[in-house]
């Protein structure tokens, strides 16, 4: 037998895509099972599908440099919005109705719209009616309690007077929350009274100072000297505490500061007016002589109003060794020893200086003539004037000043002093009241603790006696209301 030099297996010529359809002829010379199975195959294989378009990725935007726009896709070729009405033609709904482009734009509002939007109009015109009506009512005549303070402005029915009762109404309900609770923030002064002058203190950065860090947190520092400060001036001057911090904050603060109430009258923010955006001190509202006030303060612009009355000092940043506030008493002790008329003048012949540096260097001068002075007088009246009078003189304090330091029963007077000891006039006064001053820290060591007790109490029971009055408001209205008492019959009266 010969062998067949042919590859076994040999490529085929076509592939199964690419071959020839078979025809008839072919299909009847192959056996049944064979033409079944093509069938078969034929009906298995899938129709071809298109190519799929692969996009072109070098088109896309380079999203490293940020998202870009779309608008100018989104608006390519279209002049209408997405949000306006699709039009339909015109063509008429199956129910031969109209269309719904036809009908108008309230016919798709709701209920609850529409009533939402007729109570906004009733409520328009609701304030606008009270509107014309309050301003109306604004310009009325004045009564009988405001014609005396607007004498400027009389009463009539002309236009121009309307509207300037109309202005000054609504400048009074302005003024109402930026002027001081009171027009009168401190009673009348007895005139039994010793101390005539006032002093008004600040809280903040002059007797305490607060602070807050991450650490401790909120913490608050009490001035070095402050307990000898107001104890001291407390036998010369009236203390007021005048703060920009609203009452209910300062109040406690005080309490602990001051216990024994050497302050006499605390003033908070409410007692304070507010003006250009900033709040000020108008000492005008005091009920005081503004001849015999001064204020120390640490911000001129809450002093602006009265700034001849006001010594103002830096601020206390927590120095433990700080002693500008005692600097000052010697030279608020000078004032009240000399009892100036005018306290203003005072202060303005110190103004651009430091008072405590200023006035100790006047004081030297003084004192190193009162020496030269003592040397030729020999301690002794010569040429018809008393070393008193010249010491007054120089100090500026007048002849008749004098009566008025009367000294109390068992001292020395001034003049004694002077003659006996040489002594100048401020010497006399500092000696009386650190020994007024030493008396009194006495009495506070022996019954400080009992005074405190008794602050104590006398707080509680007003605090009850307030809970019992605001119980009493409140369950008064169920009460029922007493029946009056039926009065009784007379006694028949006996006969004779």
Not at 49 to 64: N, Q
Request: one cysteine or more.
């Amino acid at each position: 037998m010969a062998k067949d030099n042919k590859p076994r297996f040999s490529r085929p010529q076509n592939l199964p895509a690419q071959k020839a359809a078979p025809t008839p002829e072919t299909q009847k010379s192959r056996p049944p099972q064979q033409q079944q199975q093509q069938q078969q195959q034929q009906h298995q294989q899938p129709e071809p599908t298109e190519p799929e378009d692969v996009p072109d990725l070098s088109k896309l935007p380079d999203l490293t440099q940020g998202i870009p726009s779309t608008l100018e896709y989104e608006t390519a070729g279209s002049s209408r919005s997405a949000l306006s009405p699709v039009d339909d033609g015109g063509a008429p709904t199956s129910g031969g109705g109209r269309g719904k482009g036809e009908l108008p734009a309230s016919a798709y509002v709701s209920s609850s719209d529409r009533n939402r939007s007729w109570w906004a109009r009733v409520m328009l015109a609701g304030f606008a009616a009270a509107a014309v009506g309050g301003t109306a009512y604004l310009g009325r005549d004045w009564e009988d309690g405001e014609v005396a303070k607007h004498p400027d402005q009389p009463n009539g029915w002309g236009l121009g007077l309307w509207w300037n009762r109309v202005r000054v109404r609504l400048g009074d309900n302005v003024t109402y929350y930026q002027d001081p609770a009171f027009d009168k923030l401190l009673p009348d002064l007895d005139p039994s009274f010793e101390r005539p002058y006032t002093l008004c203190l600040s809280l903040e950065d002059l007797l305490v100072h607060s602070e807050w860090s991450r650490e401790h947190g909120w913490r608050m520092a009490k001035r070095p000297g402050v307990d000898y400060f107001l104890r001291y001036l407390s036998q010369y001057y009236e203390l007021v505490l005048f703060t920009s911090v609203p009452f209910a904050m300062a109040e406690p603060v005080l309490r602990k500061l001051d216990p024994y109430h050497f302050i006499m009258w605390p003033l908070g923010r409410e007692a304070t007016k507010y003006q250009d955006g900033e709040i000020v001190k108008d000492l005008s509202y005091l009920n005081r002589d503004l001849s015999k006030v001064i204020i120390i303060d640490t911000n001129a612009k809450h002093v602006r109003a009265q700034p001849e009355n006001a010594i103002v000092v830096p601020k206390w940043t927590g120095d433990p060794n700080d002693k500008d506030l005692v600097a000052l008493v010697p030279f608020l002790e000078f004032i009240h020893a000399m009892q100036y008329g005018d306290v203003r003048k005072i202060i303005k012949s110190f103004d651009g200086t430091d008072i405590p540096t200023e006035f100790a260097r006047r004081e030297a001068l003084v004192r190193a003539e009162h020496n030269k002075r003592l040397e030729t007088l020999g301690r002794k009246k010569q040429g018809g004037e008393s070393g008193m009078t010249w010491l007054g003189k120089a100090l500026g304090l007048k002849p008749s000043n004098l009566s008025l330091m009367v000294p109390p029963p068992g001292e020395e007077s001034q003049q004694e002093a002077f003659l006996k000891d040489g002594k100048m006039l401020q010497d006399v006064v500092r000696e009386r009241g650190m020994r007024n001053y030493l008396l009194m820290e006495e009495e506070i060591r022996k019954n400080g603790e009992k005074w405190l007790k008794e602050d104590a109490e006398m707080q509680e029971k007003a605090q009850r006696e307030a809970m019992k009055n605001v119980q009493g408001f409140f369950t008064n209205w169920f009460k029922p209301a007493d029946e009056a008492p039926i009065p009784e019959k007379p006694a028949p009266e006996k006969s004779a």
